[in-house]
């Protein structure tokens, strides 16, 4: 199963990449479900080594994916805020041609 989750981590990180954040949203979903299912881990029925190598690879991801999605977000909060300046050129347009 942590394949499985490392699987689905490098998948939302390539989505990011491309601007599919409907989706990566989608696969957190699911990430999130198998989460459920495999923490606690069994220490006694897993490879430890590996799965240390597999955690540290997703928390990598996470670490990428949580770059991507900063950026992402100061570049909607610079689109809202042209938008906002617009409304209110808008406004202060309206108003002056009421006068």
């Known amino acids: 199963m942590m394949a499985e ?7 939302m990180l390539l989505l990011a990449e491309k601007g599919e954040w409907d989706q990566v949203g989608e696969l ?4 999130l479900q198998l989460m459920e299912k495999i923490f606690p881990l069994d220490v006694q ?4 080594s590996e799965t240390a190598e597999q955690i540290k690879v997703i928390l990598d991801f ?3 994916l949580m770059h991507l999605a900063s ?4 570049e909607i909060g ?3 805020g042209k938008l906002n300046q617009g ?3 808008t406004k202060a347009y ?6």
């Open 5 to 11: 989750l490392l699987k689905l981590s490098q998948e």
């Open 28 to 31: 957190q979903q699911q990430r």
């Open 45 to 48: 029925n897993i490879n430890q």
């Open 62 to 64: 996470d670490k990428q």
């Open 71 to 74: 950026a992402q977000q100061k």
């Open 78 to 80: 610079t689109v809202l």
């Open 87 to 89: 409304r209110q050129a």
């Open 94 to 99: 309206n108003a002056a041609s009421r006068s």
